[in-house]
């Protein structure tokens, strides 16, 4: 059949038996997201469209999490009009402050998305659900407003690179340093219009968390999507959030792929990503001392509960440093209050640490930690473009929870291993 | 369709952060989000944009965030047509869906200079600097995609019938 893990998905959702790239289909979604600040652009169209009623009360999905809680009164009149249209189209799963997550952390954990699954969403970090093996792409406010409506989008089929994991990590290398040390390597438009699909030996020893800030940043390496192969550790993921049956698509044994890039996970160091480009990347052992204004530690790329006992294990006992402004924002509701309950939260208030409720807020710069004129963050996020965090002058170091946690105690850009036992 | 008119010129991955900055994206009120298109990458933009109307930019543009806003904001500025190397897969699905032409043409992108005047026809896929006299060419839209920017968006097309 010679068709990749994400082409299988599709032409199943398209309801034929085979699909070959560059092809256009029309597919039936699993799953139609979008957030407080795409939605309101999408429920605009959808009212020009004159349909009464979105095609699945619980497909449709809408999470206040970017400019939530309101940052001003412009965001909450943005979230008011989503949550009046949610109302008023019996919208199920709609998630306000109290409930709500990072959109990306949030689905998977309240499982909203299995194997096999087409997810679209109105944020470009949709695709972080290839981590469970499904479909998931974000699109624009138009393609949400048509899916609403219809439960259809139409695809271009994508070719695909295919990586191959091999080895084991390091201590205190995660996710995000594999992610950025393959950007680094293919660039920002690496694979652009294609998907990136993760397979071999090493794929076992990430674990789902890893995977999801993987898949998480294929869209900085210009992807359609990010997938991985299921295996246990997915199948266990799923059966644990979700009631609905995973579908395993495998790619074949044939399939054609544009290229196959081999990853030993064994040699990945700490990989930091310099402004203002996800592919300026440089490993620890090789920088100057870079000081820094700002550590934020969190979003749908890094605000996992993984991440964050991570980064509390390394803060356990110390101070943040002086003149540093350390944010820590766990991804969502359940994740904030496990941390708590274990006491992760205590450690960051002890070390200095500012503990925000779940939101992307200093992510795409909007609140909860901007910048001022020059000043320098090391985040756990997912872009350094230019005024990213807040003045343009400013600017955004990408790294891993490991190398923000060190870097807040340091003061500078540094790696978990430079800390003093 | 016929686009005619000056260009402004960019470089690789212009991004959809500095096309329209997220502080910004509290309003989907077109006009506003139009007054802060490109303000981090280009102060003078609002000025060019006066008399130009045509952009021509490297690869990867429209890289990052999937909002709406970014093509939006710059079809509201006056911008009839987007002449890139390459775009990003979400903008470029976007910008077809608000109805803002783009034409994906490394060698145009790469000849053709800010300042000066371009005619295109994009039923022929014919693009013409009218400075230096050179001629490109680049695939026309297949007859959807035409249809959809004729009609102004994705959502107008739908409502007058011409995608079912």
């Known amino acids: ?421 | 369709m016929i686009f005619e008119g000056k260009v402004i010129k960019y470089g690789d991955n212009v991004d959809t952060d500095v096309i329209i900055p997220a502080r910004y994206l509290n309003t989907i009120d077109k006009k506003e989000l139009a007054s802060h298109c490109m303000e981090d990458l280009d102060l003078d933009f609002q000025e060019k944009v006066k008399t130009a109307n045509i952009i021509v930019a490297g690869n990867n543009f429209g890289c990052g965030s999937s909002r709406e806003h970014a093509p939006l904001a710059i079809k509201e500025s006056g911008v009839t047509l987007v002449i890139a190397k390459s775009f990003a897969r979400i903008f470029y699905r976007n910008a077809i869906n608000i109805g803002l032409a783009i034409y994906e043409c490394p060698e145009a992108a790469e000849a053709i200079e800010g300042g000066d005047e371009v005619y295109s026809d994009s039923d022929r896929g014919v693009i013409v600097d009218k400075t230096t006299g050179k001629t490109f060419t680049t695939k026309p839209f297949p007859p959807f995609i035409a249809q959809i920017i004729a009609d102004g968006g994705l959502m107008e097309a739908i409502k007058k019938g011409n995608i079912r």
């Open chain 1, 1 to 421: 059949m010679s068709m990749t893990m994400t082409q299988k998905i599709l032409a199943a959702h398209a309801g034929v038996d085979k699909v070959e790239a560059g092809e256009l289909i029309l597919v039936s979604l699993d799953r139609v997201l979008g957030n407080d600040i795409t939605s309101p652009v999408a429920i605009r169209e959808f009212n020009k469209l004159g349909y009464d009623a979105v095609y699945d009360k619980t497909k449709v999905t809408m999470v206040m999490d970017h400019f939530a809680p309101n940052k001003d009164i412009k965001a909450a009149i943005q979230c008011k009009m989503c949550r009046d249209f949610c109302r008023e189209k019996e919208v199920v799963h709609f998630y306000d402050v109290g409930r709500m997550g990072v959109e990306h952390a949030l689905l998977p954990e309240r499982g909203l998305v299995v194997s096999g699954d087409v997810v679209i969403g109105a944020d470009s970090h949709t695709c972080t659900y290839g981590a469970l093996g499904a479909f998931s792409t974000g699109v624009g406010s138009s393609d949400m407003a048509c899916g609403m409506a219809t439960g259809k989008a139409w695809f271009k089929v994508p070719s695909a690179i295919k990586f191959v994991l091999t080895g084991k990590l390091n201590p205190h290398i995660t996710g995000k340093d594999v992610i950025l040390h393959i950007i680094g390597k293919i660039g920002v438009d690496g694979a652009l219009y294609r998907s990136m699909e993760f397979t071999g030996e090493g794929v076992s020893e990430l674990s789902v968390t890893d995977r999801l800030t993987i898949c998480n940043m294929a869209i900085e390496a210009g992807a359609k999507n990010g997938i991985f192969e299921v295996d246990e550790k997915t199948l266990a993921y799923v059966k644990e959030h979700s009631d609905r049956e995973p579908v395993v698509y495998r790619a074949d044994e044939d399939a054609v792929y544009d290229e196959v890039i081999e990853i030993d996970l064994s040699t990945i160091k700490p990989t930091v990503a310099f402004p203002h480009l996800p592919e300026n990347t440089h490993t620890t052992d090789e920088i100057d001392e870079i000081r820094i204004d700002q550590v934020v530690i969190g979003s749908c790329t890094n605000g996992y509960y993984e991440n964050i006992k991570e980064a509390a294990e390394i803060m356990r006992g110390r101070r943040v440093a002086d003149g540093v402004r350390a944010i820590i924002i766990p991804a969502t509701q359940e994740i904030y209050l496990r941390a708590m309950r274990e006491g992760l939260l205590e450690v960051f208030i002890e070390a200095g640490c500012a503990v925000s409720t779940p939101t992307c807020g200093p992510c795409l710069g909007g609140h909860m930690g901007i910048l001022a004129p020059h000043e320098r963050a090391v985040a756990t996020t997912n872009r350094n473009f230019v005024g990213r965090m807040g003045d343009p002058t400013s600017e955004v170091y990408l790294a891993s929870p490991a190398v923000a946690a060190a870097s807040a105690i340091l003061g500078r850009i540094a790696s978990a291993d430079e800390l003093e036992d």
